[in-house]
């Protein structure tokens, strides 16, 4: 390797890193394991490319690889989602939302999102978000019962408000969204549709759960989470929104596009259609409902009272220890997730938050499945059943050290 010899101090972060991610359990949300060919596309050539500016039509010479491979990337993006335009080139999945926002709205336009504690992302307008200072936000939450989208609350809000565009999608939402149910409401109110499927990306493109596809006008997405593949975010849209959208990613948002970035979204499209790919999925999903009714068979309240997707909400309000408390220990026992907002936080001048979020994407890349997930909740019961017991902690670590040997991250293919 040559960095080993150029910097010594950093390859030995990055072994100290593939250590990490071989000997821990890796059950954040937003996290995955991407295969081998992804790490070679975004280590390839391509990252000493600079572009600006579209296919044929670039403000710097030597694009015609590039101009190829964004184009590829275009083409499989548009099949694969059934979508009618496609722009590949957005740094994150914020900088699509940014982008999508920018191209039909003015600074200071009404925008209606799904509330952080229910479920929203910062870039759907939260006070931290350098969105809530571009645009009007309200916000519309869960029903307190069910702890489900109240559709009848969007309507309400939409008719009050009279939003120029409504954002349907979340980061830390368990369940299935109505699309077409929201769509009817923002055409009742002459808004434009955004869905923000960063998470379930991944599941819509295996056509395990619906598409918000054919019912929004804008749909964005990253494709490191579910899809398993590189960074990035990615806008999907109607073709009357092409040329909006085109100006308002470049040079409207953003100058040039790492080739190497988009070249790593053209292989996990190609990846995507293929039979490993919507197997992996479908047991994302399989997996998630056993974690879910493993917790909550060990006494745990889940939030909506299940899953839907690949992700799991537990509430720990009721268990003597809030969030941070919860993932500190967990990971001092090799296992990952992250702490997290949940709707009863909603209003709290607490810092510390209630629940954590449990994801089954990554350990359903490394081939595991509903018996690993009955192993997982026992573990994770263990390490918060016993936050000042080192032994027990030792114990946990261990025990997930042996589950991650017979998981290896890029050990055989799961058969």
Known sequence: MHIQVDDPEVAGLIKAEESRIENTLNLIA???HCPESIMEALGSVFNTKTIEGYPG???HAGCVHADEVERLANERAMQLFNAEYVNVQPH???S????AYFSVLETGDKILSMGLPFGGHLSHGHSASMTSRCFDFS???VDGKTERIDYEEIRMLAEKVKPRMIIAGASSYPRL???GRIAEIARDVSAYLLADMAHIAGLVAAKIIPSPVPYCDFITFTCYKTMMGGRGGVILAKKKYEKRL???IFPGCQGTSPVNVIAAKAVIFKLAGEERFIKIQKNILKN??????KIESRGYRLITDGTDNHQVLVDLSGRGVDGDTAEKALESAGIIMNRNVIPSDAGSKNMLVSGIRIGSSAVTARGMGRSEMARIADLIDTVLSNLNNEDALFGVRKDVERLCDEYPVYGEEDT
Do not use: M, Q, V
Not at 96 to 99: D, M, R, T, V
Not at 288 to 293: C, G, I, P, S
């Open 177 to 179: 969204i109505d699309y």
């Open 57 to 59: 039509r670039r403000f």
């Open 96 to 99: 699509a939302n940014l982008a």
């Open 288 to 293: 998630a409902k056993e974690l879910a009714a």
């Open 92 to 94: 994150s999945g914020t």
């Open 139 to 141: 916000h519309y939450s």
């Open 246 to 248: 085109n100006s308002a």
């Open 30 to 32: 937003a996290e995955n």
